[in-house]
């Protein structure tokens, strides 16, 4: 079975501030982990994947994630929020093996104050 | 990447009546997904539609209530049955950028229904 949980509904910070958005997953093997952005009234954006390799991935507008196998987790991070960040996001996990699509982990809205 | 559009965007409608939903990709896909997002809820797979084939779909969902059409490799689309408020939700279609597991997947912009 694959899961993912992010802890926080909500999270707020001030413009210029960093920010982070947790993840964390469970797989049977080994992970494919995505994040994805929800502006209101839109789509999903991907932002960015961690596959294997480099444990710190780069992605669209800044942001960056980091892969933690002992601890099971893909935080999203940024130095410098934006108020335009502000928005919904998701972190998503599929297992290697596993032929199921995306799990989608509960949502996390990002509020950065000006 | 590709490029997805979802027709209508949004919709309110009476019980019971059905609704149908179009999805349109500007290049052939092989697999396409229809999810549903609830109101603060996170994306639930409904299901898997391939060309040529039935749909696969997902434990709570039947193809009575949501049946889905594929009939070519760019093209799908999603019929909500006899809808209740329940069904009040955000529909969105999405592709795979490929074929490998490691691959993600681009959305259409979503059709909001609104189920009164």
């Known amino acids: 079975a694959q899961s993912v949980a992010q802890p926080e509904d909500q999270v707020k910070v001030a413009e210029g501030n960093p920010l982070t958005v947790k993840c964390t997953y469970s797989v049977s093997g080994n992970p494919y982990l995505f994040w994805y952005v929800q502006y209101p009234n839109r789509g999903l954006q991907f932002l960015l994947k961690?596959?294997?390799?480099?444990?710190l991935v780069k992605g669209s507008y800044g942001f960056e994630a980091e892969f933690n196998k002992s601890q099971t987790s893909f935080h999203l991070k940024k130095p410098s929020a934006l108020v335009s960040d502000s928005a919904l996001y998701f972190c998503?996990?599929?297992?290697?093996?596993?032929?199921?699509?995306?799990?989608f982990g509960s949502g996390t809205q990002l509020t950065v104050l000006p | 990447s590709a490029v997805i559009s979802q027709k209508p965007s949004r919709d309110i409608c009476q019980r019971g009546t059905s609704l149908t939903i179009q999805c349109q990709v500007d290049s052939q896909v092989t697999m396409m997904f229809w999810y549903r997002q609830q109101p603060g809820q996170s994306l639930t797979l409904i299901a898997t539609a391939n060309q040529g084939s039935e749909a696969t779909y997902e434990s709570g969902f039947v193809i009575d209530k949501f049946p889905i059409s594929r009939p070519n490799l760019t093209f799908s689309t999603l019929t909500v049955s006899n809808m209740s408020p329940e069904d009040s939700s955000i529909y969105l279609c999405s592709v795979p950028l490929g074929l490998a597991s490691y691959n993600e997947q681009f959305f259409g912009p979503g059709t909001r229904l609104t189920v009164l």
């Open positions: 998503a996990v599929r297992d290697e093996g596993s032929a199921r699509q995306l799990t």
């Open positions: 961690y596959i294997t390799g480099d444990n």
